[in-house]
């Protein structure tokens, strides 16, 4: 695996825990007393969103960002130090933000009105509300990094998406097999996410922006 790859997973698992996201998907499953409907839709708009991204970037941007050396080239690390700092400057900010009750009620009452809605808003809230969000400009450039044709672009953006969205399938699958045990696992994971997502959340975040910093020094002083 080289340096792009692994900076790829570590986008991929940023992604896949990031907070914001793995509360929307719980409550979207918790609340209400359809969580199969809620949530299958939900899944739906979030992963046809993300897919959507990759195919038009599959054409657009292919493999621009691609270097024939073995550093980045200088505009694409001059990318990855911007990106750096940005999410240093995020995390710094974010592990100093207290706790806030009154987001999470809110988010709670914004699913909750999901419950009962159709399936178009749902499908638009999962596209929203649960894609990978400012993880999906790192992952676009990675990709076109590995120098990929338009269809190996869209084999790993697949790859990227339903990784990032694999805490939502899984638990859909839990409830296809057992739904009340799923019900009570969902329970005690969104308490727990309460606890230590931000954690977790942050280290990898981290992890993510030294090596992004990694790569961004070595395109420029190479």
Known sequence: MGWIDGELALIMVAAMLSPTTLTFSIFAL??????LRTGTWFYIGALGATLLIGVVA???????????TGSP?????VIDVIAAVVIFGLVVRYARRPPNPARTQSMMDQMNKLATAPILAIIGAGATLANPGGFIPL???????????????????????????????????????RREWALRVLGSVRDWLQLHAKTIALVIVTVLALSLLRNGIAGLTS
């Open 30 to 35: 918790v609340i209400g007393d359809r969580p």
């Open 139 to 177: 992952a676009l450039k990675d990709i076109s990094e590995t120098d990929p044709s338009a269809a190996q672009y869209m084999v790993e953006w697949t790859i990227f998406a339903l990784v990032s969205l694999l805490p939502l399938l899984t638990a859909l699958l839990m409830l296809l097999i």
């Open 58 to 68: 599959a054409f657009v941007i292919g493999d621009v960002a691609a270097s024939n």
């Open 73 to 77: 080239k200088t505009w694409v690390a």
